[in-house]
């Protein structure tokens, strides 16, 4: 199958763009059509309401997906990719969750579904991991561990989470990450040991900075490899 991405900001579609969209989904297997977010310019409309105008008026063309430039924004199955790792999350053996995020419209999505999010404006993804584990912390000051999921895995699915909770409880004092053919995948749960680790990031470094200090405490539980697949592109998730 061919795939092709036309990028843009959309703001807002046009006949011109349409035209393009047409022709283009004649010459290819499959089309996306992916909204960006331009610096230079003051939007017109949302990236939301972008995405619904150019569904609306491609409507008529199979081959043509549409999809935001935020990639837990973007649709997987008729919903925001986001909502696939909370669906995964959504377990009582999780005393609670938190998405961190830069994007307000990601924070908005949250709002709607009841789920707690924190927005920031901070570069790393150190302060991400920070953020996120000292407001956990804040909500419940005895965490065993804690589990970070990117949340571009589409095809995770809650009981491998559940299980790999299950494992971490028997091997408390191990960093648990899925895994597949001994290679490391997300999501990761530390135990509270390398929570000031985890805090005391610098720069654009995770918790893989971690994992790399402490490989003799890593234990990998072993999942499909479908499941450990992220979609960083468009291109990835259309192929899904």
């Known amino acids: 199958m061919r795939t092709a991405i036309y990028p843009g900001s959309f703001d807002p579609v046009t006949n011109g763009h349409l035209n393009i969209i047409t022709r283009a989904a004649r010459s290819f297997d499959r089309l996306v059509v992916c909204v960006m977010y331009n610096c230079e310019k003051s939007p017109m409309v949302t990236p939301e309401e972008r995405v619904e105008l150019i569904r609306r008026v491609t409507a008529d063309i199979p081959n043509v997906a549409v999809m935001h430039s935020n990639k837990l924004l973007a649709d997987f199955g008729g919903r925001p990719l986001l909502c696939r790792a909370l669906d995964a999350t959504d377990t009582p053996q999780l005393a609670c969750r938190i998405v961190v995020t830069r994007s307000a ?3 908005t999505l949250c709002q709607t579904l009841g789920v707690a999010c924190l927005r920031h404006a901070l570069p790393g993804r150190n302060d991400t991991v920070r953020l996120g584990l000292e407001a956990l912390l804040t909500l419940q000051p005895g965490l065993a561990g804690c589990i970070f999921l990117p949340g571009d895995q589409p095809l995770l699915r809650r009981e491998s989470v559940r299980a790999e909770v299950e494992f971490f ?14 290679v490391r ?9 390398f929570f000031p680790e985890l805090t005391a990031l610098e720069g654009d470094h995770g918790g893989s900075a971690v994992i790399r200090r402490h490989e003799d405490a890593l234990a990998l539980f072993e999942v499909s490899p479908d499941e450990l697949r992220d979609v960083d592109t468009p291109m990835a998730l259309a192929a899904l």
């Not at 995948?185 to 509270?192: D, E, L, M, R, V």
């Open 105 to 107: 419209e990601v924070e």
């Open 185 to 193: 995948g997300n999501p990761c749960i530390f135990p509270a040991r």
């Open 169 to 182: 409880r028997r091997h408390p004092d191990r960093i648990v990450a899925m895994g597949h053919g001994g």
